[in-house]
């Protein structure tokens, strides 16, 4: 059983030296659990967040166990009848070949006769969606007309964000990483508007957008922080709603620096949402189902980055750091 351990917290950006790849026997599964052989792992930005000993929604992972990940996988041995050997299951696991298991968690069984990959159920068929359409649906309820702003556009949530806000009727603005990226919101997303953020400072950054929406965004679908929130903060239209879905900018600063611009939604009578997917695990059924339908009438794309091998977490993990991911970020550990 290859572990890929956390073996130290970084400081900053991770380098290979925080973590640990070690084999160990495969394990059997205990009284009333069973152990799951892991295909695919889902590689989240929030992952870093749960390397630092903070305050959080979940505890950090301790030093010494393997980097906590959701995965889809293959029950290998079971103690229990709620699990048969060979079956299709996600959960939350580790970035490990195999993943001890008890009943009753969080796992859940999965029907792979649904998807071309059983990677889909980290990513089409997983949180990423959901995370989008629960920020705009239940969270943020842009109107049909209403301007829509997302960071981090071209990635997994900001791309899903960008086309479920289109099939809701806003007019989308999107703000990504360089000329290929915006291109993507455009011809393969939809976005009515592409703004590449890189190299600009936060007043350039700011003027593009209020080139692009004279009058506002009336949401801001936040996944980035820093100097881009900065940017947006600038341009909110009044009683705007700001999701605060993620700060990737800010995951790998050891000091947080924040925002600047905060007194802008005091002026704008805005309101920020801090936003957290785990709270909807109840109404799952209900995104998925609405997700999946969008998908077959060929009006929600959802693409995948998959690289390969326990052995190269590391650098998969760091290109969502990077920006090199296009698409949702899978660790591919083995063959279904
Ligand atoms: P993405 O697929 O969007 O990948 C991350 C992207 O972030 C990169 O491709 C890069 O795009 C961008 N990025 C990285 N560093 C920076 C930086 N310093 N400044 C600006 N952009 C940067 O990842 P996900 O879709 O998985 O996650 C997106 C966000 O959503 C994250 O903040 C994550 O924490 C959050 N999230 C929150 C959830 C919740 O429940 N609240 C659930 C799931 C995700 P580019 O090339 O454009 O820079």
């Given at each position: 059983n290859r572990r890929f351990l956390l073996a130290r917290r970084p400081h900053g950006e991770p380098v290979?030296?925080?973590f640990s790849l070690v084999t160990e026997p495969v394990p059997q599964a205990p009284e009333g659990g069973f152990v799951v052989r892991n295909c695919y792992a889902s590689l989240d930005p929030a992952q870093r967040g749960w390397m630092d000993d903070a305050p959080s929604y979940m505890p950090p992972i301790p030093l010494g166990d393997p980097v906590r990940a959701t995965t889809v996988g293959i029950v290998s041995s079971s103690n229990t009848d709620e699990f048969q050997v060979g079956d299709w299951v996600m959960g939350l696991n580790g970035l490990e070949d195999y993943s001890v298991n008890q009943?009753?968690?969080f796992t859940m069984?999965?029907?792979?006769?649904?998807?071309?990959?059983?990677?889909?159920?980290?990513?089409?068929?997983?949180?990423?969606?959901?995370?989008?359409?629960?920020?705009?649906?239940?969270?943020a309820k842009p109107q049909p007309g209403e301007t829509l702003l997302v960071s981090g556009a071209a990635g997994a949530v900001g791309s899903a964000v960008g086309q479920i806000g289109k099939i809701l009727g806003a007019r989308v603005i999107g703000i990504a990483g360089g000329a290929a990226k915006c291109r993507r919101l455009i011809d393969d997303y939809g976005f009515d508007v592409a703004i590449d953020y890189k190299g600009k400072s936060v007043d350039a950054l700011a003027a593009e957008?209020?080139?692009?929406?004279?009058?506002?965004?009336?949401?801001?679908?936040?996944n980035v922080g820093g100097d881009v929130m900065d940017a947006e903060l600038m341009n909110l239209a009044k009683h705007a709603r700001i999701v605060l879905c993620g700060l990737i900018s800010e995951y790998n600063s050891p000091e947080k620096v924040g925002v600047r611009n905060l007194w802008q939604v005091l002026a704008q009578q805005a309101t920020l949402y801090g936003y957290l997917i785990m709270d909807y695990a109840p109404r799952f059924a209900e995104g998925g189902a609405a997700m999946a339908e969008w998908m077959a009438q060929g009006r929600l794309r959802i693409d995948e980055d998959v690289q390969e091998g326990l052995e190269n977490a590391h650098a998969a993990f760091m290109r969502l750091f990077t920006g090199a991911n296009t698409g949702k970020l899978v660790l591919k550990i083995a063959d279904g």
């Amino acid at each position: 059983n290859r572990r890929f351990l956390l073996a130290r917290r970084p400081h900053g950006e991770p380098v290979p030296e925080d973590f640990s790849l070690v084999t160990e026997p495969v394990p059997q599964a205990p009284e009333g659990g069973f152990v799951v052989r892991n295909c695919y792992a889902s590689l989240d930005p929030a992952q870093r967040g749960w390397m630092d000993d903070a305050p959080s929604y979940m505890p950090p992972i301790p030093l010494g166990d393997p980097v906590r990940a959701t995965t889809v996988g293959i029950v290998s041995s079971s103690n229990t009848d709620e699990f048969q050997v060979g079956d299709w299951v996600m959960g939350l696991n580790g970035l490990e070949d195999y993943s001890v298991n008890q009943a009753g968690g969080f796992t859940m069984k999965v029907d792979p006769s649904l998807v071309d990959s059983p990677s889909k159920f980290l990513s089409a068929m997983g949180a990423v969606g959901l995370t989008a359409y629960f920020g705009l649906i239940d969270v943020a309820k842009p109107q049909p007309g209403e301007t829509l702003l997302v960071s981090g556009a071209a990635g997994a949530v900001g791309s899903a964000v960008g086309q479920i806000g289109k099939i809701l009727g806003a007019r989308v603005i999107g703000i990504a990483g360089g000329a290929a990226k915006c291109r993507r919101l455009i011809d393969d997303y939809g976005f009515d508007v592409a703004i590449d953020y890189k190299g600009k400072s936060v007043d350039a950054l700011a003027a593009e957008i209020r080139a692009a929406a004279p009058e506002g965004a009336n949401v801001v679908f936040e996944n980035v922080g820093g100097d881009v929130m900065d940017a947006e903060l600038m341009n909110l239209a009044k009683h705007a709603r700001i999701v605060l879905c993620g700060l990737i900018s800010e995951y790998n600063s050891p000091e947080k620096v924040g925002v600047r611009n905060l007194w802008q939604v005091l002026a704008q009578q805005a309101t920020l949402y801090g936003y957290l997917i785990m709270d909807y695990a109840p109404r799952f059924a209900e995104g998925g189902a609405a997700m999946a339908e969008w998908m077959a009438q060929g009006r929600l794309r959802i693409d995948e980055d998959v690289q390969e091998g326990l052995e190269n977490a590391h650098a998969a993990f760091m290109r969502l750091f990077t920006g090199a991911n296009t698409g949702k970020l899978v660790l591919k550990i083995a063959d279904g």
